[in-house]
């Protein structure tokens, strides 16, 4: 994120005020992360950690709103 405001800082910051939650894999935490996020985005952003269920089977399973961005960019793509 940093990279985007330090391209774009205007239009970032414009962008990411309307951030209300994120939602981030088990890797991202920790509070510093947390804290990152809220300082990048100037506001009271929401970070969730996704967590991983307990595996029952070995098939392909679609964890609730763990995909949204990585399906979002690979239809832009």
């Not at 952003?45 to 967590?51: G, L």
């Not at 089977?57 to 990585?70: A, G, Y």
């Amino acid at each position: 994120m940093s990279a985007l405001t330090d391209l774009y800082p205007h239009e970032a910051a414009q962008e990411l005020s309307k951030l209300e939650v994120v939602w981030v894999d088990q890797g991202y935490s920790g509070k510093n992360f947390a804290q990152a996020v809220k300082q990048v985005c100037e506001n009271q952003v929401r970070v969730e950690v996704v967590e991983v269920i307990e595996r029952i089977s070995k098939t392909f399973e679609r964890l609730p709103k763990r995909w949204i961005v990585e399906g979002t960019f690979g239809l832009k793509n």
